[in-house]
């Protein structure tokens, strides 16, 4: 498919590492001339090689979402390469797991401040630079934890619960302005940042078991959802939230790659058989 996003300045954040990466190494593939953004100047410095390396337009970007003028600094200077931004993936994001009854301000703030703040940040300085230039497509990187609750993280849900109702916001104020916003949510997606904060054993136990594709779900995956919705491919889809996680946010305690879920042992087990006449 063409996604028509050939000569596009397209500005990923989180783009060393992760779904970031895989975003920003696809969306060259299409053709964007993308602005790898990134805190880890040496991370971003990397994608953009990579980039370089199979002929397709790339800068590194060195920056945290967090400082908003360090922002706007790179989004000037992508737009001095590039010509005026067409897209943005507001890709950036943390997880630091505590329990809410130990849980410090410091982590709260830190990790709302990236997540959604950050977002919100990247989002009103591309945004404003869309509106004066007549268009553009915006995609945030929200979670399946944004669908429901999630233990440990009552930070990491609220900012992505946040990052929902934001991309909702913006998608109803800039439609009529040719921008699109639009939110990816991934499940369990084999990043570093999955693999650095669970366990080795819980990735098998828990979260393959429950997935009904049978697998984590890999950074392409996600990747290819956010270009698509980034496209012109997408011309009309606006102020959605995707999900992209095997379809694990389908259902509920659902067991064995959703084979065995709980009410169907109940029923094979006679508990739901009721006499004929209580049946309404």
Partial sequence: MDLRLSGKPVLVTGGGSGIGRATALFAARHGAAVGV????????????????????????????????????????????????????????GISRP??????????????????????????????????????????????????????????????KHGVVGLTKVLALEWGHLGIRVNCVAPGAIDTPLLRNGVPAD????????????????????????VLFLLSDAADHVNGAVLPVDGGASSGYMARWNGRDLASNTLLAAGVYSLPQESVR
Avoid at 70 to 78: G, I, P, Q, S, V
Wanted: aromatic share 4%; net charge negative.
């Fill in 37 to 92: 953004g990134d805190r880890d100047a040496a991370a971003a410095e990397a994608v953009a090689a990579e980039i370089a390396q199979v002929g397709g337009k790339s800068i590194a970007l060195a920056f945290d979402v967090i400082d908003e003028p360090a922002t706007e600094a790179a989004l000037d200077k992508l737009s001095a390469t590039f010509g005026p931004i067409r897209g943005l993936v507001a890709c950036a």
């Fill in 98 to 159: 505590a329990a809410t009854a130990d849980m410090t301000d410091e982590i709260w703030d830190l990790v709302i401040g990236v997540n959604l703040t950050g977002v919100f940040q990247c989002c009103q300085s591309a945004g404003r630079r869309m509106i004066a230039e007549g268009g553009g497509s915006i995609v945030t990187i929200g979670s399946t934890a944004a669908l429901g609750g999630h233990a440990g993280r009552a930070h990491y849900c609220a900012s």
């Fill in 202 to 225: 819980h990735v098998d136990a828990v979260l393959r078991d429950r997935t009904p594709t049978q697998r984590l779900g890999r950074a392409d995956d996600v990747a290819s959802a």
